[in-house]
């Protein structure tokens, strides 16, 4: 023990000494030179690749994506484009965010995938308002969904409806559902055969309540509903897309019809696929013709089978696209130009719906819903044990969402970007084929770590200790980028931004080099990518995805522009409304807008008075608020308070018919539309430059689809203009607009307590 302490050598654990390192004055400079330089050089990379993506790589911004993520990235992988899943300083190529457009309140440029006021349009009451208000117009058009009532505001007329059927003794007796206005996933939903049995929501919320369809087609006994997916790409002009296939989502209980007994029967009235799924029935069959949820192309296969016409159904069902689209398009616009002025050109917005159509024994298609954020989620649960669920991945989501997001994508990535996408590839597919050659004849390939070695500082290590001069120096550089190309090649797998970041940290390589860096990490991406790029030479097109068919069909106005431009009448009253928003940025119209429009139209020429136009702008705010306090609580900002689109459509409707009177609604519509139009025309010359300009459609011109063009002025000055003062001196009193309302028995109606001045003073601040 003791011979082995006496012959261990101490001096090993001994620190070296200060002055063994040879690091003198003139390696310290170098070392700082050196230090600089690749500060500098890291900089202008950094400047370079700034400028490289914003010209050529197309930016996607994830950081909102949600559920949506694993969808969008399999997509931004296939197409190799560039992910930011934190979000970007400039503004990306495309925001997919899985919130409202209200939650993105910094955008100001790109593609983002949703529109403003969306979710609001699509609730289920506007939407049903909307679909209404151009029923009253086209009866024949708009005969596609169920009849619906607005709780708790119609229950007295749903109450009469019923009476009567029950007076009739219709047989089968009908039955009706309860929806909560803005209620998803079938929450809250149940089935009435009687008024009574309907419960208002102790919290104020609102319903619809709809004709139950109880006549509808089945399969193999079982009710389903179809989940057809539309890209709206622009409002401006009206381009609608639509997925060439969808879900079908099946209910988990044979069908029966409705009686007192089965009413409750949620697993046999409703698909939702969110509540089915825990249904002890529910068939998780993987194949897209079998199960609980198939595609949409498999149940028209089934139709073919049955002797039907499935293609006929599916035209159909992009009729009602359409024609559902151009229902909520004048409240679109006005939303859409509240939250993204004029100014803000750089901004775009698109947005992927998802309506919920049902067919009837007929195999008339119903709508429904429209869903403004339709779930792109590619997995579903299973139960692994007894209140265990897993995710696993769920093929015919995936089948039909997966082509669904990259076509979308494709269709609004920035065209001259997509050029540059396209030689990236053909590129790709040459430093490939290299690669195999080079592979199958023992070559050293061209591209591998040469690049990255070549670029690379020298590392040395300084060994001190060494007594040897010529030995201790040690250049690492070789195994340092040996190994750094290891761990390269180890995280192609993850996500393309990461690696490519890990690439250009690595090396600090010139603007060629990191293209083709970039374009070596893309290479691992995605298998699919290379196949499509061997195509690519023989078809040059302007799309990557040229090659395989898309899976989404432009149908507006590709297709049905002409069939549908008579519809398009609302998008002039939505003009009207335009016209007269008093404050920018503002979604209601207030009483000295709604005054402004009856004397810039001149409407006192047709009898209306400046006291009827009080009166009819006080019952219509009522009764639009009344209809969904919720969404016009008083509380509300001031954007939200006055009278909404519908009101003032319906205020026309009233003005059309009492005014300008013709055999049915839509030729008084257009009668009253015309005299607004002129007038307002006539007016346009004196109006300060800054105000805007009244835009139309012109009539019946399915070349100019979108396209509004001003108003023709009409160069008659000599009318003496009527201001709103002469016409506020008339005399109007407060008990004229009590007394109409009592007449008219709107029971909400509170006079106010006794004023100095009439009543309807007390609105001229907006
Ligand atoms: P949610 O937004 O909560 O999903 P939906 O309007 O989509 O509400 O309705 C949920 C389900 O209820 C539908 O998938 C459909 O099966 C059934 N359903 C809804 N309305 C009707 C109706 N009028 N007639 C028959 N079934 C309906």
Known sequence: MSMHTKNFNMDSFKKPEPNNFKLTEFRRDLHNRHKREVHMRKERLRAVETRFLAKQMITVDTSRARSNCDVVRMCIKELGLKEFPFGR???CDIHWHA???????????????????????????????????MRELFPSDYDFYPRTWYMPTQFHEFSCEVRKLTEKRVKPRPTYIVKPDSGAQGDGIYLIRDPVDYTPSPNGKCHVVQEYLSHVYLIDRYKFDLRVYVVLKSIEPLDIHICKDGLARFSTLPYETPTYKNLHESFMHLTNYSLNKRSTTFNRSERSDEGSKRTISSVLR????????GDQVWKTIERIVCKTVIAMLPTMRIEYQANIPSGKTKLSCFQILGFDIILMDDLKPMLLEVNSGPSLSIECEQEVAPGIVEYVASP???EIKRPLVRDTMMLVVPKEKLKY????????????????????SGKRPRFKSEPLQRQRTHILIINADEPDESKREIDVTKQMSEMHLDHYKDSRDQESATSRDAAKDLSEVDMPKMELDSEMSESHDDDTIHEEDSHEDDHDHDSPTSRRESCLKHIYPAIYDDEFERLRLLERVAELFRFCLGVRGSLRIGPTGFRTFARKCRLNRRGMTNAAIDIMYIDMQ???????????SENKPKKTVGLCFQGFLSSCLEIARRKFYAPTKLEMLENLLEYCEVNICQRDDDMPPTLPRLQYRPKQSSSSYGQS?????????DIREETIEDLLDKTQKNSEIEAFLRQGRRMNYVPKPVLDQPTFMSFNSE
Do not use: A, W
């Open 396 to 398: 015919t989501d995936e």
């Open 709 to 717: 063009s001003t108003f023709r002025r009409k160069m008659t000055r």
């Open 99 to 133: 919130v409202s457009y209200e939650e993105n309140p910094d955008l100001y440029g790109g593609k983002v995938n949703k529109f403003p006021g969306m979710t609001d349009i699509c609730s289920k009451m506007m939407l049903f308002r909307s679909l209404d208000q």
């Open 622 to 632: 009522r009764k639009f608020d009344h209809m969904n306090p919720e969404r016009t």
């Open 302 to 309: 089934k139709i073919n089978l049955n002797g039907k016409d």
């Open 89 to 91: 300083k400039e503004h």
């Open 421 to 440: 996408c396209r030689r990236r590839k053909r590129r790709l597919k040459r430093l490939q084929q290299e690669q195999r050659e080079s592979c199958r």
